[in-house]
Nanobody
Framework: QVQLVESGGGLVQAGGSLRISCVANGISFSTSSMRWYRQGPGKEREMVVE????????DYSQSVKGRFTLSVDESKNTVYLQMNSLQAQDTGVYFC????????????WGQGTQVTVSS
């Protein structure tokens, strides 16, 4: 059974840092596209970063480039998102997503973790 569980969200002041985690059980990182999305208050869900190990590809949205860093610990089936220099507009629910559109396709989501940046 596939399960994605995010954690590590919280309240932080502007300029601060936070690291959120996603434990992804039941899937293979090496053949998945691992993504972080976020949805701010009154906003549509947007992709923050995508990691495709089989292509050695990482892509960050312009709004977080240079401030956020994705990392993976395959031994723990965990994807991390280190968020530095946080801004009020980074506030939202952050979701982990495991996606594949080849072979046996899938699209799994976690329940989300709330990140609130106070200005």
């Amino acid at each position: 059974q596939v399960q994605l569980v995010e954690s590590g969200g919280g309240l932080v002041q502007a300029g601060g840092s936070l690291r959120i985690s996603c434990v992804a059980n039941g899937i293979s990182f090496s053949t998945s596209s691992m993504r972080w999305y976020r949805q701010g208050p009154g906003k549509e869900r947007e992709m923050v970063v995508e990691f495709v190990p089989i292509r050695n590809y990482v892509d960050y949205s312009q709004s977080v480039k240079g401030r956020f860093t994705l990392s993976v610990d395959e031994s723990k089936n965990t994807v991390y998102l280190q968020m530095n220099s946080l801004q009020a507009q980074d506030t939202g629910v952050y979701f982990c997503n495991a996606y594949r559109n080849w072979g046996t396709p899938y699209d799994y989501w976690g329940q989300g973790t709330q990140v609130t940046v106070s200005s």
